[in-house]
């Protein structure tokens, strides 16, 4: 699957997400080692603590479908201005794929390109529960 059609795949996720309080519609879409795309988008919920970012539903749909290995993530925001995810995104994707990469796209199509691990610098991981 090529770059365009992972923003694609990315932009199509991002009509489907459930924003009745934000309106801040978001997309993603990740690639599996396997070849596999997984899409998603943001669900909020009137108890704000609940909700679940574009990233994490992408991720963590490919992961209850059996995939362990992603190599690349792709986050589309309806917006000049690239949009990177927040802090509990950015804790899942170094716990899932510390070497992926992450493309931040805008609606222009435009993408900035950056890893799980430029997001998350000193992060907490398994290896700090030791």
């Not at 699957?1 to 459930?18: P, R, V, W």
């Not at 997984?38 to 603590?49: A, D, H, K, R």
């Not at 992408?58 to 995939?67: D, K, P, Q």
Request: net charge negative.
């Amino acid at each position: 699957m090529t770059d365009n059609e992972l923003i694609q795949q990315a932009i199509e996720a991002s009509k489907k997400a459930y924003a009745p309080y934000s309106n801040f519609h978001v997309g993603a879409a990740v690639l599996t080692s396997s070849g596999k795309v997984f899409q998603g988008c943001n669900v909020e919920n009137s108890s704000y603590g609940l909700c679940n970012c574009a990233e994490r539903t992408a991720l963590f749909s490919a992961v209850a479908a059996g995939e362990r290995e992603f190599k690349k993530l792709f986050v589309y925001v309806d917006r000049e201005e690239f949009t990177s995810p927040c802090g509990a995104c950015r804790q899942v994707m170094i716990e899932l794929a510390p070497d992926m990469e992450v493309y931040l796209v805008n609606n222009k199509k435009q993408t900035k390109k950056t890893t799980s691990r430029e997001l998350m610098p000193w992060a907490f991981s398994a290896e700090d529960l030791a």
